[in-house]
C-alpha cells in the first residue's frame, strides 16, 4: 500500500476529505464516476494542494470510498461518522492504522529505535527523519490530521505524537514493535521469557507506583515504546512534582540475592541523572505475595557501583580491531 502511494506529493487533508466524503454522502442519488470526482476537484486548491491523485488512491486503499460497478461510492459504514470535521478525523486515523497494519514498511518508521521520550512534553515522540523522503507524504498527511506535532523546540528534530491518538498506537503499533523487538530467530524462546519476565516486573512497578503516589499521578510506561532509554518507567518522587523526577530500570531475579545484569546505556544514564534515577529489583518468585515491597535502590551508580555489598563481574568485553 505505501508503496503505491509513494510516488504522490499530497496524499490528502482534513478538508479534502471531509468535501469529498459529504458530497458524496449528500449526493448519494448521483451516479459518481472516477472521472465525476476528478472533475470535483479540477483547477481547485484546498490548503496549497492542485493535485489529489494520491489522495484519492489512499481513500480507496483505507475503504473510504468504494467502486461498484464503475460508479464511487462512500463506504456506508462511514457516513456516521461524518457530522464534524472532528469526528472524520479521528475515524479516518484509525481506519488508516488498522489499514497499515500488516504492512512491513510501516514499522521501518515506527520501530523502538525512532521513538524517544520527551520529559518536559511527557510525550511519545518519533524522530523526523524516520520517514525519510520515502515516506514524506505519509508523514505531512499525519501532520495534518494532527497525529504528528512538530516539536516547538526548531534545535529538536523530532514529532510528539498526538495523546489524543496513542490509543490506536498501542492497539495497532505497540503489538508489533514488540514482536520484533525479541530479535534473531536463535534466541526467540530465551528473548521470550525474558520479555515475559521483563515486562511482569515493569507491570508490577507501574502498580506499585501508582498507589504509592495515591492514583493521582500519570506514570509513564517509557519502555513498551523504547528500548535504548536506560530506564523503563517515568514516575514522580511525590505527587507535588508537576513533571517526571523519578526514572525507573527494572531488573527481576529470582533467589534469596537480588542480582541484575546492568548495561553500558542504564549505567551512563543512571550517573547522568545520579539521584533522579532509581533502580528496583522485583523478586519474580514473590511478585504475587500481598504486600510485597521491591528492592527500590536511589541513584544507583553510587549506592552500588561504590558500595562493596555488591558484587560486580564483568560479563563480557567488546573486542574491537584496531590494527
Given at each position: 500500500?505505501?508503496?503505491?502511494?509513494?510516488?504522490?506529493?499530497?496524499?490528502?487533508?482534513?478538508?479534502?476529505?471531509?468535501?469529498?466524503?459529504?458530497?458524496?454522502?449528500?449526493?448519494?442519488?448521483?451516479?459518481?464516476?472516477?472521472?465525476?470526482?476528478?472533475?470535483?476537484?479540477?483547477?481547485?486548491?484546498?490548503?496549497?494542494?492542485?493535485?489529489?491523485?494520491?489522495?484519492?488512491?489512499?481513500?480507496?486503499?483505507?475503504?473510504?470510498?468504494?467502486?461498484?460497478?464503475?460508479?464511487?461510492?462512500?463506504?456506508?459504514?462511514?457516513?456516521?461518522?461524518?457530522?464534524?470535521?472532528?469526528?472524520?478525523?479521528?475515524?479516518?486515523?484509525?481506519?488508516?492504522?488498522?489499514?497499515?497494519?500488516?504492512?512491513?514498511?510501516?514499522?521501518?518508521?515506527?520501530?523502538?529505535?525512532?521513538?524517544?521520550?520527551?520529559?518536559?512534553?511527557?510525550?511519545?515522540?518519533?524522530?523526523?527523519?524516520?520517514?525519510?523522503?520515502?515516506?514524506?507524504?505519509?508523514?505531512?498527511?499525519?501532520?495534518?490530521?494532527?497525529?504528528?506535532?512538530?516539536?516547538?523546540?526548531?534545535?529538536?528534530?523530532?514529532?510528539?505524537?498526538?495523546?489524543?491518538?496513542?490509543?490506536?498506537?498501542?492497539?495497532?503499533?505497540?503489538?508489533?514493535?514488540?514482536?520484533?523487538?525479541?530479535?534473531?530467530?536463535?534466541?526467540?524462546?530465551?528473548?521470550?521469557?525474558?520479555?515475559?519476565?521483563?515486562?511482569?516486573?515493569?507491570?508490577?512497578?507501574?502498580?506499585?507506583?501508582?498507589?504509592?503516589?495515591n492514583g493521582v499521578k500519570e506514570i509513564q510506561w517509557?519502555?513498551?515504546?523504547?528500548?535504548?532509554?536506560?530506564?523503563?518507567?517515568?514516575?514522580?518522587?511525590?505527587?507535588?512534582?508537576?513533571?517526571?523526577?523519578?526514572?525507573?530500570?527494572?531488573?527481576?531475579?529470582?533467589?534469596?540475592?537480588?542480582?541484575?545484569?546492568?548495561?553500558?546505556?542504564?549505567?551512563?544514564?543512571?550517573?547522568?541523572?545520579?539521584?533522579?534515577?532509581?533502580?528496583?529489583?522485583?523478586?519474580?518468585?514473590?511478585?504475587?505475595?500481598?504486600?510485597?515491597?521491591?528492592?527500590?535502590?536511589?541513584?544507583?551508580?553510587?549506592?552500588?557501583?561504590?558500595?562493596?555489598?555488591?558484587?560486580?563481574?564483568?560479563?563480557?568485553?567488546?573486542?574491537?580491531?584496531?590494527?
Amino acid at each position: 500500500m505505501l508503496k503505491d502511494l509513494r510516488k504522490f506529493d499530497n496524499l490528502g487533508t482534513p478538508n479534502f476529505f471531509f468535501e469529498l466524503l459529504t458530497t458524496l454522502k449528500d449526493s448519494e442519488k448521483q451516479k459518481w464516476r472516477i472521472g465525476d470526482i476528478n472533475q470535483l476537484f479540477f483547477n481547485r486548491v484546498i490548503d496549497n494542494h492542485s493535485v489529489f491523485e494520491g489522495c484519492i488512491l489512499l481513500a480507496f486503499r483505507i475503504n473510504l470510498i468504494i467502486e461498484v460497478n464503475g460508479n464511487i461510492e462512500l463506504d456506508q459504514k462511514f457516513e456516521n461518522y461524518l457530522n464534524s470535521k472532528n469526528q472524520m478525523n479521528d475515524k479516518f486515523v484509525e481506519r488508516l492504522f488498522l489499514s497499515l497494519e500488516s504492512v512491513n514498511e510501516i514499522y521501518e518508521i515506527f520501530s523502538s529505535e525512532n521513538f524517544s521520550q520527551d520529559i518536559v512534553y511527557q510525550s511519545l515522540q518519533l524522530k523526523s527523519s524516520a520517514f525519510g523522503f520515502k515516506y514524506s507524504n505519509l508523514k505531512q498527511l499525519l501532520i495534518d490530521f494532527n497525529v504528528l506535532k512538530v516539536h516547538p523546540t526548531n534545535e529538536i528534530n523530532n514529532l510528539i505524537i498526538n495523546t489524543r491518538y496513542k490509543k490506536i498506537f498501542d492497539k495497532v503499533i505497540l503489538p508489533q514493535i514488540k514482536k520484533r523487538k525479541i530479535g534473531i530467530e536463535e534466541f526467540k524462546k530465551l528473548m521470550e521469557q525474558q520479555q515475559i519476565y521483563g515486562e511482569e516486573a515493569e507491570k508490577f512497578v507501574l502498580k506499585y507506583e501508582h498507589n504509592r503516589l495515591n492514583g493521582v499521578k500519570e506514570i509513564q510506561w517509557i519502555a513498551e515504546y523504547i528500548v535504548n532509554a536506560g530506564y523503563d518507567i517515568a514516575s514522580f518522587n511525590t505527587v507535588q512534582d508537576e513533571k517526571p523526577t523519578r526514572f525507573i530500570e527494572v531488573k527481576s531475579y529470582e533467589g534469596e540475592s537480588p542480582y541484575f545484569f546492568w548495561s553500558r546505556n542504564e549505567m551512563e544514564v543512571a550517573k547522568r541523572k545520579l539521584t533522579e534515577y532509581w533502580l528496583y529489583l522485583i523478586n519474580r518468585k514473590k511478585i504475587n505475595q500481598e504486600d510485597y515491597e521491591p528492592l527500590c535502590i536511589q541513584n544507583p551508580s553510587v549506592e552500588i557501583l561504590k558500595n562493596a555489598q555488591w558484587d560486580k563481574s564483568i560479563d563480557k568485553y567488546k573486542i574491537m580491531f584496531n590494527g
